[in-house]
C-alpha cells in the first residue's frame, strides 16, 4: 500500500480509533502538527473533497459531530481548535482536520507545514459545507495561487508577528502557550527587530 493510502490501513486497526460511528471514524494524525490533531474519516471510499457532491452533506454532518465528540472526550475546548480540509489533500481518503491552534509539536517541520494550516490552503470545515451546499462540488486552487500562498511569510496564528524563520516561529509560539497575555505585549517590539535586520 502507497504512502498516500495509508490513512485507509489505519482505520482498519481497531487500536487506532479513539471514538466511532457506523459511518465514520476518529484517528491521532501520526504526524501531528500540534498538541491535539485529529482526523475524522468516512468508512466509505470517498478519495477526497474533489469527489465530493450535495448528496454528502449529511456525511460531513456526521464528520463535524465526530469532530466535536472528540474535543469533548479528550476534555478540551472547541474554541481551541481549527477545524477543516486541506485545499491540496496529500493523503487518499477524505479527512477532515481537529487540530489545536497552539501549533507546538515536533512534527512542524517547515514553512510548507504551517502555510498548508495557516492560509487559504487550509479550508473551514463551515466553508466547504457552504460551497458544496451552492456549487455541488469543490474547485481546486490554481498551481499559481497554491505557490503564492505555500511562499507567504510566517505569520504567527495568534497576533501580528512575522517569523524570519521556522525555528523562531516556533519558539514564539510556544510563548504563546506558555504565557499568552506576556507574548502579545512583546509582539510589537518582535516585529521591529525583525523588519530592522539586515
Not at 17 to 23: A, D, F, H, K, V
Not at 157 to 180: G, I, M, R, S, W
Request: aromatic fraction near 8%; glycine fraction near 2%.
Amino acid at each position: 500500500m502507497s504512502w498516500s493510502n495509508a490513512l485507509v490501513k489505519e482505520i482498519l486497526k481497531p487500536e487506532s480509533l479513539i471514538i466511532s460511528s457506523e459511518i465514520a471514524v476518529v484517528i491521532a494524525d501520526k504526524f501531528p502538527k500540534a498538541r491535539h490533531h485529529y482526523l475524522v474519516l468516512p468508512l466509505a471510499d470517498i478519495p477526497s473533497i474533489f469527489h465530493l457532491n450535495r448528496s454528502h452533506l449529511p456525511l460531513l454532518e456526521e464528520l463535524h459531530l465526530l469532530a466535536r465528540n472528540v474535543v469533548e472526550v479528550k476534555g478540551l475546548h472547541w474554541q481551541d481548535f481549527n477545524v477543516g480540509f486541506h485545499a491540496e489533500p496529500s493523503m487518499q481518503r477524505l479527512h477532515l482536520h481537529v487540530v489545536s491552534r497552539d501549533f507546538v509539536s515536533p512534527s512542524l517541520k517547515n514553512k510548507k507545514h504551517w502555510n498548508s494550516f495557516n492560509t487559504e490552503l487550509f479550508v473551514p470545515y463551515t466553508k466547504l459545507y457552504s460551497q458544496l451546499e451552492k456549487e455541488n462540488s469543490i474547485s481546486r486552487l490554481s498551481k499559481s495561487l497554491k505557490d503564492e500562498l505555500l511562499a507567504k511569510p510566517l505569520i504567527c496564528n495568534q497576533c501580528e508577528f512575522v517569523a524570519k524563520n521556522l525555528p523562531t516561529l516556533k519558539e514564539h509560539l510556544v510563548a504563546h502557550l506558555q504565557d499568552p497575555k506576556s507574548i502579545r505585549k512583546r509582539t510589537t517590539s518582535e516585529n521591529k527587530r525583525t523588519s530592522s535586520s539586515p
